[in-house]
């Protein structure tokens, strides 16, 4: 089965701080595209960041990277300096069809809480 | 450029009802997917058009279904409603595929059945 599992139901953090955020999911794809997505309260989600699986390299987007490990299917999401802005709802999702389609498996989430 | 606007953001419905919700994607994006969100199932996938076919669809009965007109907006239905279908209904666009765009999410329709 396609799975993305999300073990962290809630977490905290200082304002300045670090948080990471796991996730881990089940695939028999060879190749597929790993995501974050974030959804703050009562507002849409968006899209923090993307890994795909054949890149070894970690993807970054400023304060967010990854830690991909794509032998143990881990996708850890590292925020750096968390800002109050970053309170919200971390959804880890990826594409059960390799990105043939639209279709998006998500994690259950983890509501993070960035403490001033 | 205008985000996706989902329509309407609240309603409340009782069961037996039908409802109708509608979806623009950004200008230009030919992909429109829908995904419910509920606190007891999560996000899950309801179906995706593309340029006005179903491309994929999802685990959900035939009362759900949806369509997509030729300029990419799109409605779902859902029929006889029940109080399990309340929840968040939120679309998606893209201009492709997951291997070449990102979903862009709207900011949902939050249905309640009573």
């Known amino acids: 089965a396609q799975t993305v599992t999300q073990s962290q139901p809630e977490m905290s953090v200082q304002e300045a701080e670090t948080v990471t955020l796991s996730c881990t999911y089940d695939?028999?794809?060879?190749?597929?595209?790993l995501f974050w997505y974030k959804q703050p309260p009562s507002r849409q989600m968006i899209l923090v960041i993307r890994?795909?699986?054949?890149?070894?390299q970690n993807a970054t987007e400023n304060r967010f990277s990854v830690n991909f490990q794509k032998a143990a299917k881990s996708f850890s999401l590292k925020i750096s300096d968390s800002q109050l802005g970053d309170t919200a709802m971390y959804f880890c999702a990826f594409f059960p069809d390799g990105g043939a389609t639209n279709k998006l498996i998500f994690g259950t989430g983890t509501l993070l809480a960035v403490q001033p | 450029k205008a985000g996706v606007t989902q329509t309407p953001r609240y309603l409340i419905k009782t069961r037996g009802q039908q409802v109708t919700l509608s979806c623009s994607p950004i200008?230009?994006?030919?992909?429109v997917s829908w995904y419910q969100q509920t606190p007891g199932q999560g996000l899950q996938f309801l179906f995706e058009?593309?340029?006005?076919?179903?491309?994929n669809k999802g685990n959900f009965p035939g009362r759900f279904s949806g369509r997509q007109f030729s300029n990419s907006r799109s409605e779902m239905n859902v029929s006889t409603l029940e109080l399990g279908d309340s929840a968040l209904y939120l679309c998606?666009?893209?201009?492709?595929?997951?291997?070449?765009?990102?979903?862009?999410f709207g900011e949902g329709s939050r249905l309640t059945v009573l």
């Open positions: 058009y593309f340029s006005e076919t179903q491309r």
């Open positions: 695939t028999s794809e060879s190749n597929y595209y």
């Open positions: 890994q795909e699986a054949y890149k070894q």
């Open positions: 998606a666009s893209s201009s492709g595929t997951g291997r070449s765009g990102e979903l862009f």
């Open positions: 200008s230009g994006h030919r992909s």
